[in-house]
T-cell receptor, first 112, second 112 residues
């Protein structure tokens, strides 16, 4: 089954404790991206990757890092999480930036 | 400034009627426009993509129009059903970066 998986699905953590949210896709897609979704602000792109070892900033990259060492995986790293990073996070993949995006199930992050 | 506007107020319609949702944009010249459905707490699901040289696209009970002069897309659901209740997001390419930008979505509520 074609899918994008994210882990964990739910996470409560404290300020400053480094965390990683994993994202994996099994569709051999070259393009992957991370979004955060907040009430009233909609989906905002954090980072995207056009291919292995190629990443670039989206609209709200501050406080986040990503890596793309393999085509299927695109982890999101929060080196020092802060409460304003409490949000619902989605990973997505597609053949290219302009075609159908396949979204993961989401990770609900709470930073205390 | 660049903006994508969707009606933030919920749209309430009766079962069997046609729902029409609007996506307006300013200062973009997108080549593609997409519509997604999102259920609470879940990732968006792709519905339709329309290109700038296409005026209209249909898929089962769904129809999308794209007017590049008015800078507007309309999304229609005919013979609406309570199962169509969800938030609908439009997304378009910004024309200058390899990414999609999403609107904040319109919540549709279909009642019996």
């Amino acid at each position: 089954e074609a899918q994008v998986t994210q882990n964990p699905r739910y996470l409560i953590t404290v300020t400053g404790k480094k965390l990683t949210v994993t994202c994996s896709q099994n569709m051999n897609h070259e393009y992957m991206s991370w979004y955060r979704q907040d009430p009233g602000l909609g989906l905002r792109q954090i980072y995207y990757s056009m291919n292995v070892e190629v990443t670039d900033k989206g609209d709200v990259p501050e406080g986040y890092k990503v890596s793309r060492k393999e085509k299927r995986n695109f982890p999101l790293i929060l080196e020092s999480p802060s409460p304003n990073q409490t949000s619902l996070y989605f990973c997505a993949s597609s053949l290219d930036p302009y075609n159908e995006q396949f979204f993961g199930p989401g990770t609900r992050l709470t930073v205390l | 400034s660049q903006k994508i506007e969707q009606n933030s107020e919920a749209l309430n319609i009766q079962e069997g009627k046609t729902a029409t949702l609007t996506c307006n944009y300013t200062n973009y010249s997108p080549a593609y426009l997409q519509w997604y459905r999102q259920d609470p707490g879940r990732g968006p699901v792709f519905l339709l993509l329309i290109r700038e040289n296409e005026k209209e696209k249909r898929k089962e009970r769904l129809k999308v129009t794209f007017d590049t002069t008015l800078k507007q897309s309309l999304f229609h659901i005919t013979a609406s059903q309570p199962a169509d209740s969800a938030t609908y997001l439009c997304a378009l390419d910004t024309g200058t970066a390899s990414k999609l930008t999403f609107g904040t979505g319109t919540r549709l509520q279909v009642t019996l």
